[in-house]
T-cell receptor, first 113, second 113 residues
Framework: DGGITQSPKYLFRKEGQNVTLSCEQNLNHDAMYWYRQDPGQGLRLIYYSQIVNDFQKGDIAEGYSVSREKKESFPLTVTSAQKNPTAFYLC????????????FGPGTRLTVT | AQSVTQLDSQVPVFEEAPVELRCNYSSSVSVYLFWYVQYPNQGLQLLLKYLSGSTLVKGINGFEAEFNKSQTSFHLRKPSVHISDTAEYFCAVSDTGAGKSTFGDGTTLTVKP
């Protein structure tokens, strides 16, 4: 089945630790995105990548980092510099360059205490 | 820059009643418009999209939306809702060149028996 997988579904970390969220897709899409979702605030774009080895900051990139070494994978690292990391994180992909419909993964809920 | 405003944060409605979820956007360029649905603790899935052509767009699960360029609106409608339509609905806009989307804050639709 084609789609996007995110793992794990739930993630718990202590404050001060970096944590990496996985996102893999087998849709052969060039573009991939990371969003953060908080209650009542919709989706906010963290980073996006339209091609391998290239990515751009979104609206709330501070405290996050990404890499895009393979077309299929776009991991997100939440660093200790992110002041309020507890949130629901969603990965998505689309056909490159057009921002047409996006296909979303099931999300990872990160809790930092 | 583009923005999306979903005019109602919560919409309660009785089963089999009609519903309209309102979305206004602003953009200085041509846009693509989308409605997504999110069930609890899941990713988003596409309900429908407007790219060009007919301003009345039909989607999955009996939903439809009308693109109104003069009013910069893209309201979502369903003539008769079911309990299973209870979810959060997001309106999104992409401009034709940016390669990314902007999402509204979401509307929680609650269908009551």
């Amino acid at each position: 089945d084609g789609g996007i997988t995110q793992s794990p579904k739930y993630l718990f970390r202590k404050e001060g630790q970096n944590v990496t969220l996985s996102c893999e897709q087998n849709l052969n899409h060039d573009a991939m995105y990371w969003y953060r979702q908080d209650p009542g605030q919709g989706l906010r774009l963290i980073y996006y990548s339209q091609i391998v080895n290239d990515f751009q900051k979104g609206d709330i990139a501070e405290g996050y980092s990404v890499s895009r070494e393979k077309k299929e994978s776009f991991p997100l690292t939440v660093t200790s510099a992110q002041k309020n990391p507890t949130a629901f994180y969603l990965c998505a992909s689309s056909i490159a360059g057009t921002a047409l419909e996006q296909y979303f993964g099931p999300g990872t809920r990160l809790t930092v205490t | 820059a583009q923005s999306v405003t979903q005019l109602d944060s919560q919409v309660p409605v009785f089963e089999e009643a009609p519903v309209e979820l309102r979305c206004n956007y602003s953009s200085s360029v041509s846009v693509y418009l989308f409605w997504y649905v999110q069930y609890p603790n899941q990713g988003l899935q596409l309900l429908l999209k407007y790219l060009s052509g007919s301003t009345l767009v039909k989607g999955i699960n009996g939903f439809e939306a009308e693109f109104n360029k003069s009013q910069t609106s893209f309201h979502l409608r369903k003539p008769s809702v079911h309990i299973s339509d209870t979810a959060e609905y997001f309106c999104a806009v992409s401009d034709t060149g940016a390669g990314k989307s902007t999402f509204g804050d979401g509307t929680t639709l609650t269908v009551k028996p």
